[in-house]
């Protein structure tokens, strides 16, 4: 008998214990219930519009560190505005001004001027003469920083902060790395047609610190950045002879990459900067080929009697990809780093040059030529989603910004009949085709190569 | 006899393989007819269901060009201002008392009172206007005048905006409004279009971003009676600290629904239950043909 009742108090308790846990996941389910029943709201659409963002003056004391707080917001403004996804609010419509800015912003006066960021900063010159220049990038509408940060630099120093700033701005609002913080190298072409001059130049993204590398004494062609030092590769016709030649930027010195039997042409980087991957033409026939330029050993890479050129490498390194007319006419091709699996990638109408493999790796740019014109586009480096950017009477030589959504390129307008016209320009477009800009220089460009992001 | 047996043989065997590997290739097509078509089944409203105060801002801008016609009376009512001041006499009164209104943006309410009486009631104002002369207190009848007025000013409106429409089309619309709405009912989908429409405006999508048809950010709203967000949240916090693509896409999300442009959420106020908390997916798919 006590064993029976020891069985059913056994089995009372067991279904106590039950009932707990059940009574629990009852409630769960029940309170479960209504999220289920959740309202969901699908939101396919919004505006590319470029975001408005407020560009305060940064503060300073002194009126000479006033004036840079005012020269970096101006910097920082147009290298933002010319990126075409920010639209800088003029200072007239700001509320909240003056020393006010030095505290936390008032967020109600930027949200009433619709402004979705807002940053501001302050310059302080230190008794060693050095710049401290801090700044802050606010998210308006949720009122809370997104950025922060401070720099210390020599006050000659100040555009290369502003960039920078520009930079981390960019990155923390897209995603994506900046471009600001850096250089292109181009070809300043003068003189008439048949006596041209020209020289290695060099300038920042926007135009400013503008200088020639060369005299103008040789002609200079195709220069190229190092991925991954402050050097360019060129094409110099010193002697008659086109060699291959390396920059110095911090040094200033040039030196002739290697004598090589043939013609050499387009040379270009690997990205980790080891590497040198160009055309040389022996008895007629363009191939491609590899240098390396720690042991400068040479490999060729194709063999073909076709013309091989303008090599580019992926940034994995893995592959290449070229132009080669050996189907026929001028079209893209993809290989293996050591020349193997050679596929052709371009199959619309007209003809394909100088394909440029972006740092992002996801496009390859290109110069078309189709109808009498040309193009500036794009595709993905399995021949797919093919779209012209640019066109032109000649538009060539594209470069990719150090982020992959921007290019660069060179566009030169027709001559009429008394030799007027036909100046040629650097201009700079995003890859969605939009925000077509002009680089402004001093004499004729052609030929752009944007640098990294300056270390 | 045997080769003949043999093709025999064989002519089968091929016949038999042709049956046998044609069948899986006439079942490889069957689903070609069966190509799935997404269909989306939504709730559509028999009656639009609008809430009463969106549709009043919409029909007042019609109103405009209407008023100036009647406008020539409301000049000559500036003068009678000083004159009740002069001398407030009771008959006079009623006209004048609607000159205050017009300063407090009331400029439909003056030319109301005029026509209402002209079509059909007449007879009502003077009667009104007859009574409040005899109390004694001139300033509580002026009161109580304009009190009455902005009662009517509400109703009046409408009036209005029914006169230079087809009679039978506002008599609808009123019976709509009316209704009562009903709580119970789902929401449907021209409510929700009207909010998605709404941040067509805030919502600045990352454009070119990497990627960007793979960022479907989800954002949880507690929402206010009026329309107000009380409170958002962006759902997938672990993806947030983890790829910077999709933190951009989910703040400029956040940043969309707490823009002071898109509040507040355009959702029926009757409704308030079934939208006090809603999630908003915010995909950018279909502007990058996606």
Known sequence: MTTFCGILTGVRLSIRSLVFPLAMAAMIILRTHPAAAELVIDITRGNIDPLPIAVTSFLGEASREAQIGKDISAVLSADLERSGLFRPIPHKAFIQTGTS?????????????????????????????????????????????????????????????????????????????????????????????????KRLAIMDQDGANHRFLTDGQ???????????????????YIGKEPRVYIFN?????????????????????SPDGNKVVMSMAKGGNSEIYVMNLGTRDLDRLTNNPAIDTSPSYSPDSKRITFNSDRGGTQQIYVMDADGDDIQRISFGKGRYATPVWSPRGDYIAFTKMKGGEFFIGIMHPDGSGERQLARGFLVEGPTWAPNGRVLSFFKQGKRDKKGRGGESRLHVIDITGHNEREIVTPLDASDPAWSPLIP | MIRSASYSAL??????????????????????????????????AEMTNAPPPEPEPE???????????????????????????????????????????????????????????????????????????????????VLKTVEKLKQKARPEPEKEEEKPKKYK??????????????????MTISELDAVARQFLKCWNVPAGARDAKNLLVEISVRANPDGTIRQAQILNQGRMRSDPFYRTAAESALRAVLNP?????????????????MRLKFDPRAMFGG
């Open chain 2, 59 to 141: 029909p007042e801008k019609p109103t405009p060009p209407p008023e100036p016609e009647k406008l020539p009376p409301p000049p000559p009512e500036p003068p009678p201002m000083p004159e009740p001041e002069l001398a407030p006499e009771p008959e006079p009164e009623p006209e004048p008392m609607p000159e205050p209104e017009p300063p407090k943006k009331a400029v439909p309410p003056p030319p109301k009172p005029k026509p209402a009486p002209k079509p059909s009631a007449k007879p009502k104002p003077p009667k009104k206007k007859a009574k409040k002369p005899h109390e004694p207190d001139l300033m509580t009848s």
């Open chain 2, 261 to 277: 442009i898109c509040s507040p959420l355009k959702l029926p106020p009757e409704k308030y239950e079934r939208w006090k908390t």
């Open chain 2, 11 to 44: 002519l089968h065997v091929v016949a038999f393989l042709v049956a046998w590997f044609g069948l899986p290739e006439l079942r490889r097509n069957l689903p070609m007819l069966d190509a799935p078509i997404p269909v989306e089944i939504v709730t559509v």
């Open chain 1, 101 to 197: 800015l030095a505290v936390r912003p008032r967020f109600g006066d930027w949200r009433i001027i619709n402004a979705q960021a807002m940053v501001q900063g302050r310059i302080e010159i230190q008794d060693s003469g050095k710049l401290r220049i801090e700044f802050r990038l606010w998210d308006v509408f949720a009122e809370q920083q997104m950025a922060g940060q401070a720099y210390f630099t020599v006050a000659k120093n100040w555009r290369r902060v502003a960039h920078i700033i520009a930079d981390v701005i960019y990155k923390r609002m897209t995603g994506e790395s900046g471009y600001f913080d850096t250089r292109v190298v181009y070809i300043a072409e003068s003189g008439p047609a048949n006596k041209r001059i």
């Open chain 1, 218 to 236: 040789y002609l200079v062609l195709t220069p190229r950045f190092s991925p991954t030092a402050q050097e360019i590769t060129y094409l110099s």
């Open chain 2, 169 to 186: 089309i506002p008599e609808k619309l009123r019976q709509s409004a009316q209704r009562p709405f009903d709580e119970s009912a789902p």
């Open chain 1, 249 to 269: 930027l911090d040094t200033g010195r040039q030196e002739i990459l290697g004598d090589f039997p043939g013609m050499t042409y387009a040379p270009r980087f």
